[in-house]
């Protein structure tokens, strides 16, 4: 079976904080992808990759960064957490190329700034 | 910009009785996923429709895709409790993203 692990299910940050959010995926999926859920609102991208060192913008990257050194890994960065940063992050993996690009995503990690 | 409806965004009804969900989107997509949300979990794929005029069972869950009319069905029949859940609709606009509705957040009551 697909997994992907998010490190963190439940965070509490402060105003200002770095926050790292990190993500693992053991499928050799070459795309993996940043998204926040709120209520009302859906899933929204934040950011994804097709490979190493490679990112693209979703539709919302302001205030986000990525890092993505290893294929498995995929990494989001708050350099500077607001409140408005609140919300539960899902990281998604899919397989590039011939197939299906279904979406596997991990438990979700849910952040709290105070 | 694709937009994704899903029509209603809550349902609640009761256990055995047939209902539909529809998703409405509006550039040209040709496939189209959908998935399952329990509350407090994360997101489990249930069909991808890959071409117009797919259809794919699971239980009592059946999609169907019609990409002319740019619409997505998730027809439940005889439901069951179980089925409580938020369903997202996700067409594929390629250059793998993936767009995803407000999701139908549906109760089942005994």
């Known amino acids: 079976d697909v997994k992907v692990t998010q490190s963190s299910r439940y965070l509490v940050k402060r105003t200002g904080e770095k926050v790292f959010l990190e993500c693992v995926q053991d499928m050799d999926h070459e795309n993996m992808f940043w998204y926040r859920q709120d209520p009302g609102l859906g899933l929204r991208l934040i950011y994804f990759s097709y490979d190493v060192k490679m990112k693209e913008k979703g539709d919302i990257p302001e205030g986000y960064s990525v890092s993505r050194e290893k294929k498995e890994r995929f990494s989001l960065i708050l350099e500077s957490a607001s409140t408005n940063q609140t919300s539960m992050y899902l990281c998604?993996?899919?397989?590039?190329?011939?197939?299906?690009?279904?979406?596997?995503f991990g438990e979700g990690s849910r952040l709290t700034v105070l | 910009e694709l937009k994704v409806e899903q029509n209603p965004l809550f349902l609640s009804m009761q256990e055995g009785k047939n209902y539909t969900i529809y998703c409405n989107y509006s550039t040209t997509s040709d496939r189209l996923y959908w998935y399952r949300q329990d509350p407090g979990k994360s997101l489990e794929s249930l069909f991808v429709?890959?071409?117009?005029?797919a259809v794919k069972q699971e239980g009592r869950l059946m999609a169907s895709l019609d990409t002319k009319a740019r619409l997505s069905t998730l027809h439940i029949t005889a439901a069951v409790h179980d089925l409580s859940a938020t369903y997202f609709c996700v067409p594929d606009v390629g250059a793998q993203k993936l767009v995803f509705g407000q999701g139908t957040r549906l109760t089942i009551n005994p």
């Open positions: 429709l890959l071409s117009n005029g």
């Open positions: 998604a993996s899919s397989f590039l190329g011939i197939g299906d690009g279904e979406l596997f």
